[in-house]
């Protein structure tokens, strides 16, 4: 089944505690994203690859890193996480060319 | 800056009846992408809206797009309660080539179809 899967989908962390949430996609897709939603504020970009070793930052990277090693896997790190990144991060992929995005079921995080 | 703006933020329909959904962006765009959200649930694609004066339809939803104006507008015939859920547009700023990659997202409408 073509879908994209982020591991863990809860985590309750702790103010300073580095953090990694997995992202892989088996669609072969060159295009990935990660996304926060808040309440309020729709989903906003947090950073994204058009391929392997080729990422840039979205409208709100302070805060996060990630890396784009292999094709299907796009791991978003919290170095160290605070409050204010407690939200629901979605990641997603895509063909390149403008086509449509594939979100994954979210990962709920909440920092202490 | 890319602004991508929704209205009404808020919808509340009775089943049978017709709406639309608004969606204003700021800036050149050649794509225009509408989501549905269920609550508690990730984002569902509905349409990719790829130049000016397209059209696509799927059930009862309807989406347009105006490249001139910078609008989208997402119409809704017959409400039925099973709409009821966040719908999203979302904007690519530019056209073509790394423009791609950057997706900024309006802050979504809330529809609750009512019996």
């Known amino acids: 089944e073509a879908q994209v899967t982020q591991n863990p989908r809860y985590l309750i962390t702790v103010t300073g505690k580095k953090l990694t949430v997995t992202c892989s996609q088996n669609m072969n897709h060159e295009y990935m994203s990660w996304y926060r939603q808040d309440p309020g504020l729709g989903l906003r970009q947090i950073y994204y690859?058009?391929?392997?070793?080729?990422?840039d930052k979205g409208d709100v990277p302070e805060g996060y890193k990630v890396s784009r090693k292999e094709k299907r896997n796009f791991p978003l790190i919290l170095e160290s996480p605070s409050p204010n990144q407690t939200s629901l991060y979605f990641c997603?992929?895509?063909?390149?060319?403008?086509?449509?995005?594939?979100f994954g079921p979210g990962t709920r995080l909440t920092v202490l | 800056e890319l602004k991508v703006e929704q209205n009404p933020l808020f919808l509340s329909m009775q089943e049978g009846k017709n709406y639309t959904i608004y969606c204003n962006y700021s800036?050149?765009?050649?794509?225009l992408y509408w989501y549905r959200q269920d609550p508690g649930k990730s984002l569902e694609s509905l349409f990719v809206?790829?130049?000016?004066?397209a059209v696509k339809q799927e059930g009862r939803l309807m989406a347009s797009l105006d490249t001139k104006a910078r609008l989208s507008t997402l119409h809704i015939t017959a409400a039925v309660h099973d709409l009821s859920a966040t719908y999203f547009c979302?904007?690519?700023?530019?056209?073509?080539?790394?423009?791609?990659?950057?997706?900024?997202f309006g802050q979504g409408t809330i529809l609750t179809v009512h019996p």
């Open positions: 690859s058009m391929n392997v070793e080729v990422t």
């Open positions: 809206l790829l130049s000016n004066g």
């Open positions: 979302a904007v690519i700023k530019g056209a073509g080539g790394t423009s791609y990659g950057k997706l900024t």
């Open positions: 800036t050149t765009s050649d794509r």
């Open positions: 997603a992929s895509s063909r390149a060319g403008g086509n449509e995005q594939f």
